[in-house]
């Protein structure tokens, strides 16, 4: 089966990717190259290139780099997937929708796109895709199986004004793409479309509210890419400083709080169990959906405004009941003794085995992991997979869900996370900067990184940095923990987090970072152009008094 998504011609080579990739981290914006360091493809050039990859993979930021390839002219010549995909999805709707720059997004059964991805070259025109000897027919997305309510159709026939109808219209094709049969209801909305990814993120959202966009429900806004209030201070370029700014005050002038924060889930109150909300940004989605037992898919930046424009969402994925159950069981191996460092090398190695469904973790059932550390475990499998959730046994609310009939088995070693350690931590002992912070830190964690410092000073050449959302840091300066930070000589930042982080706030002359996040340690070396170390909390804490890394994984590890 070939089903065309979004409408586009093109005539180009063939690009597969092996894997699954996040164009946000992973795709340089200007040039379209492929820059994540990880990837077994790195360097491989996209423009111009009609690109297949079984489907997209970790930030939901992709849709506004791809929207930005598009408009510079570096954009793939067509986007083709194996499985459902919305983020690149999106990104290629918008294109068309508002900017008139058609790209061409196609789903292949698997044995059609097995047989494409033989070829090295390929026409797509309105009808077919050939290439070679192979042709193969397209069939158009239907719309015509959507059920609207009164309201919906309402607001699709412009009651609202141009900008509702223009939100509600992109929200029906993304229905129709993904396959639902009605639009639901949903409480809240985190934008994540608020980080100056590219030029493109900014030119959307002034269009949308020169258009007259209002949010219709309570609606927060993710980490943002300067520290609002400080930036020129610290001395950002107003070229960048500038429309970062002007993008995240968009956002706040369509009526979006300006919390500023990756971690949404920190703020009180948090979703219920059950609780229908429309989240972009991977971690909290999966934070939310996993932990706290919320429902929500893993929305894509600019799908995120038209949600919380008209609090509907279509009713697809893992809002659904049946679509939440495990589709892959990953039985691990735990080692006695371990760290905090454990969880997010397992959220990460979870993401690798299962790139593009619903994991089941067992062998999990003594341990009690904390919030902090289900925060790890999510945001670290956002990175590597473009699943929505995870369940964990025992611990997390929905785990007792029976696993899908085609539920296979992995199991985890110990060898498995000894080399994600090393492969985490392939860069020099030596330590300039140490990144706390991504997601944004809670309060708990800042205590505890406080008491592991105990009195303790940073190593002169090394900067310890931690960033964190305004509720967080506002908690913290009543009970005496900021102070205890600053004199460690931690640097506390606002609005941003390391994947949004620019220099000078990044320290220019840092060549080696540390982080405790298995998030940062895999989007840094292509973001930040500098080699990473990864360890625990208390790792960390270490080397931001020694400016030294651990030279050995540790002990629960050898």
């Not at 360091?37 to 849709?63: D, F, K, W, Y």
């Not at 932990?291 to 930046?301: C, N, Q, S």
């Not at 973001?527 to 990864?534: D, E, N, P, T, W």
Request: net charge negative.
């Amino acid at each position: 089966m070939a089903r065309r998504i979004t409408a586009g011609t093109a005539e180009g080579p063939v690009l597969v990717l092996e894997e699954g990739l996040s164009f946000w981290g992973g795709v340089d914006p200007a040039t379209g190259r492929l820059i994540d360091a990880h990837h077994p493809q790195h360097g491989a050039e996209l423009a111009g290139r009609i690109v297949m990859m079984p489907t997209s993979r970790g930030s939901c930021t992709g849709s506004g780099v791809l929207l930005e390839l598009v408009l510079n002219g570096h954009a793939p010549a067509a986007l083709i997937f194996r499985e459902a995909e919305d983020v690149l999805t999106l990104g290629a709707l918008i294109a068309g929708t508002l900017y008139d720059a058609p790209l061409g997004v196609l789903r292949l059964g698997a044995a059609d796109y097995a047989a494409l991805a033989r070829e090295k070259a390929a026409t797509i025109t309105e009808g077919d895709i050939r290439a070679g000897g192979l042709r193969l027919p397209l069939a158009a997305s239907a719309t015509g199986g959507l059920t609207l309510s009164e309201e919906d159709r309402a607001m699709l026939a412009g009651r609202d004004g141009r900008a509702t109808r223009t939100a509600m219209e992109i929200l029906v094709a993304m229905a129709a793409s993904q396959g639902a049969t009605a639009l639901t209801d949903v409480t809240r909305a985190h934008i994540d479309g608020c980080i100056y990814a590219s030029p493109a993120n900014l030119v959307f959202a002034r269009t949308m509210a020169e258009l007259g966009a209002r949010m219709r429900i309570p609606t927060t806004t993710n980490a943002i890419s300067v520290d609002h209030a400080n930036w020129r201070g610290q001395g950002v370029a107003e070229n960048f400083g500038t429309p970062a700014m002007r993008l995240a005050d968009a956002y706040v002038e369509m009526g979006a709080r300006p919390s500023f924060t990756c971690a949404p889930y920190l703020i009180e109150p948090a979703p219920r169990l059950g609780e229908a909300i429309g989240w972009s940004e991977s971690n909290a989605v999966i934070y939310a959906n996993s932990v706290l037992g919320a429902r929500t898919v893993k929305h894509p930046d600019f799908l995120d405004l038209c949600i919380a424009m008209t609090g509907r969402a279509p009713l697809s994925g893992v809002y659904l009941t049946a679509d939440r159950a495990p589709r892959r069981i990953i039985d691990i191996d735990l080692p006695a003794g371990h760290d905090d460092a454990l969880w997010p090398l397992l959220g990460y190695l979870a993401g690798r085995h299962a790139p593009d469904r619903i994991p089941l973790l067992t062998g999990l059932e003594g341990t009690r992991p904390g919030e902090d550390d289900l925060k790890a475990l999510c945001a670290a499998f956002g990175t590597s997979s473009a699943a929505p959730m995870l369940h964990v046994a025992g611990i997390t609310p929905e785990a007792h869900l029976p696993p899908a009939p085609d539920a296979g088995l992995v199991r985890l070693t110990r060898d498995d996370i000894r080399r994600a350690w090393r492969d985490f931590n392939a860069a020099p002992r030596e330590v300039d900067l140490v990144a706390f912070g991504s997601p944004h830190f809670s309060a708990s964690e800042c205590r505890h990184l406080a008491d592991l410092l105990d009195g303790r000073t940073a190593h002169p050449g090394t900067a310890a940095i931690v960033t964190a959302g305004r509720d967080t840091l506002k908690a913290i300066a009543g009970d005496g923990t900021a102070a205890r930070l600053a004199a460690a000589g931690v640097r506390l930042v606002p609005d941003i987090c390391w994947c949004s982080i620019s220099e000078p706030v990044f320290p220019p002359s840092a060549r080696t970072l540390m982080t405790n996040s298995g998030k940062y340690a895999h989007y840094a070396p292509a973001l930040s152009g500098r080699a990473v170390r990864f360890g625990s909390l208390g790792d960390c804490a270490g080397a931001v008094v020694t400016g030294l890394a651990p030279a050995d994984p540790p002990g629960w590890l050898t």
